[in-house]
């Protein structure tokens, strides 16, 4: 008889029929895990509406205004100023106008591009063209590099020969400032001296520069400027004399200062909570709106190059031989009085010719100078062309009666804070305390002691401690108490200018 073999039972074939209790057991887990992601999103959310809400808003650019400045930023539709929350600065093409390479600049490399985030490069305008930041200036920096010459040293400008402007003139980004209406003057500079006790640099030398047809005698001993012979240097001439003894700035009051080197112009725009300009801000301010291909021009008003149009608008030394013949076709053959001229489209006077203006940057041996003076010439024929380009640079020390200054400030922004730690003995790295205004202050043991929020030693940053990873000497040891402050966050920004 054949056997057969038994199959295989029912039980050995399938799975145990899963009870009501195994099915709510995975209902109610997978309820409670929605749950408590959901209740972290929601935490997680709150914490970042929180964070946010902490921080105030910009202040209204429209709400803030100073006595004798102009403000200087993009504007909207209505004519308003664009605040914080959006790129409200501006671009604009900078350098000579001599070289006409910036005709090949596109329009919409001047276009604003609504995006935002911390890799934005808004000093560099190609993103527009779909290029990385990484990508632009990579392309940027090699091409700066010019094989055949060497390499460049810092500092190095191009410049044009003919009014000393930056070639070939480029795209530049700025942020919104306000600007002083007109140089400083003497009665304003006098002021500053009076409640300061301050002392120029040419008061501490003894000397300073005069024109050589200014002087009523001129010794053949007489010192002047190996790289300027008109330029003589005169015993005790500074910004009270400013042709030496004898003279007085009395009939001068409402003329721009002269005779002050960079860092007295410098300590005058301290003294009155601004600063000296950049010179990419200073240009964008006087070039007021023609900022683009077609419609940059080479003057202040435009393109004609005649004595009789420039002397409506500048103070320059006109038609006669420079430095004995000074037609005076504007009326002046030195400094003229603030606001005696027209105004560019911004409002603001002298932007080219009367003195020269010092700028913020630079090196000390190659202080900027921008706008020309009463001494340069329109086609750049001696001296230099008084175009909106024109540029020069002079050593930080250099006082002469040609060179004056005005001041900027930046609009007010959100104060932002962060944490800054410490070793409660003192050790580490020194805690260094910023208000708004950008001074900083060094905080002793007292203050930190007293001024400190310590930390609990049960913080979960200092729960465990691994004795046999190498630590920092500089930085706090996890296992000991920190102190921390809350300080005001520093601004931190790139650039290519100097």
């Known amino acids: 008889m054949t056997m057969r073999s038994r199959p295989p039972t029912v039980v050995q074939q399938r799975t145990a029929k899963p009870t009501p209790v195994l099915f709510l057991f995975v209902i109610l887990s997978i309820a409670l895990l929605l749950s408590v992601t959901t209740a972290q999103q ?88 779909g290029k990385t930041r990484e990508q632009v200036l990579h392309e940027k920096r ?27 003139p480029r795209v530049v980004y700025i942020e919104p400032f306000f600007i002083d209406i007109a ?176 700028m913020r940057g630079g090196k000390h041996k190659a202080r900027i100078v921008r706008g020309g003076s009463y001494v340069d010439s329109l086609d750049g024929n001696f001296n230099h062309a008084a175009t909106l380009g024109a540029r020069a640079t002079l050593h930080g020390t250099t006082t002469t009666g040609n060179v004056g200054f005005r001041c900027v400030k930046a609009p007010k922004r959100r104060v932002e804070h962060h944490w800054v730690y410490e070793n409660e003995e003192g050790g580490g790295a020194q805690l260094v305390m910023e208000d708004a205004n950008g001074n900083q202050q060094y905080a002793t043991q007292q203050q930190r002691a007293r001024g400190l929020d310590l930390e609990e030693e049960g913080d979960d940053d200092d729960e465990f401690y691994d004795e046999d990873i190498d630590h920092d000497p500089t930085q706090p040891r996890p296992d000991e108490k920190r102190g921390r402050k809350k300080v005001v966050k520093p601004r931190t920004r790139t650039s290519d200018e100097l």
């Open 42 to 129: 929601h935490e997680d959310g709150e914490a970042a509406a929180s964070s946010s809400a902490n921080l105030e808003p910009h202040p209204d650019p429209n709400e803030e205004d100073y006595p004798g400045m102009v403000y200087v930023g993009r504007l909207d539709g209505e004519g308003k100023r664009m605040g914080f929350d959006v790129d409200n600065g501006i671009k604009y093409i900078f350098g000579t106008s001599f070289d006409t390479t910036h005709k090949k600049i596109l329009e919409s490399d001047l276009h604003h591009n609504e995006h935002y985030g911390p890799d934005v490069e808004h000093d560099v305008p190609d993103r527009s063209r």
């Open 142 to 168: 090699r091409g700066e590099l010019d094989l055949s010459q060497g390499p460049k040293p810092f500092g190095w400008f191009e410049e044009h020969p003919l009014d000393g402007g930056a070639t070939p």
């Open 183 to 358: 140089p400083v003057t003497n009665k304003e500079y006098g002021k500053f001296v009076r409640a300061t006790y301050y002392e120029t640099e040419a008061e501490k030398f003894g000397w300073s520069f005069v024109l050589s047809s200014f002087l009523q005698e001129l010794g053949e001993s007489a010192e002047v400027d190996p790289e300027a012979e008109d330029w003589v240097a005169v015993d005790r001439a500074y910004w009270r004399n400013p042709e030496g003894p004898g003279t007085s700035y009395k009939y001068r009051e409402h003329h721009p200062v002269v005779h002050v080197s960079h860092r007295d112009a410098a300590e005058y725009c301290k003294w009155i909570g601004k600063r000296l300009p950049g010179e990419r801000e200073w240009e964008a301010a006087a070039r007021a709106g023609h900022y683009g291909p077609n419609n940059r021009t080479l003057f202040i008003w435009g393109e004609e190059q005649t004595v009789d149009v420039a002397k409506e608008y500048a103070n320059l030394w006109g038609a006669g031989a420079f430095p004995w013949e000074n037609l005076a076709e504007d009326g002046w053959r030195a400094t003229s009085p603030v606001k005696t001229f027209k105004p560019n489209a911004l409002g603001l006077y002298d932007m080219t010719g009367n003195v020269w203006e010092w």
